[in-house]
């Protein structure tokens, strides 16, 4: 069994910033992709960043220049740094990724989320 979990969100004023950690546990033999997705209210969940291995990043357009995922895999954990945050970031924050048990086999796992709101 395998857990995701995220912690780092809460308030923050526009122009601030946040930075979220994601930990897997359990039964890892690698960490494949992993992504951070964003549930705002009354909208469907959206795919914030992904990173695949160390150098394959994605960004959401409207994130570009102020987000960074980065991925830690000795501590089987991804972080997204958030920076000039603004009110249409907030949300529910996911952590979401592929999770290899051994060499041939692989989940798809999500974390409870982490809420983040910016606001003054």
């Known amino acids: 069994q395998v857990q995701l979990v995220e912690s780092g969100g809460g308030l923050v004023q526009p122009g601030g910033s946040l930075r979220l950690s994601c930990v897997a546990s359990?039964?890892?033999?690698?960490?494949?992709?992993m992504a951070w997705y964003r549930q705002a209210p009354g909208k469907q969940r959206e795919l914030v960043a992904r990173?695949?291995?160390?150098?394959?990043?994605y960004y959401l357009e409207s994130v570009k220049g102020r987000f960074t995922i980065a991925r830690d895999n000795a501590r089987n954990s991804v972080y997204l740094q958030m920076n000039s945050l603004k009110s249409e970031d907030t949300a529910v924050y996911y952590c979401?990724?592929?999770?290899?048990?051994?060499?041939?086999?692989?989940?798809?796992?999500w974390g409870q989320g982490t809420q983040v709101t910016v606001s003054s």
């Open positions: 979401n990724g592929a999770v290899w048990s051994d060499v041939t086999s692989v989940d798809e796992y």
């Open positions: 359990g039964s890892i033999f690698r960490l494949g992709a």
């Open positions: 990173i695949i291995g160390d150098g394959n990043l």
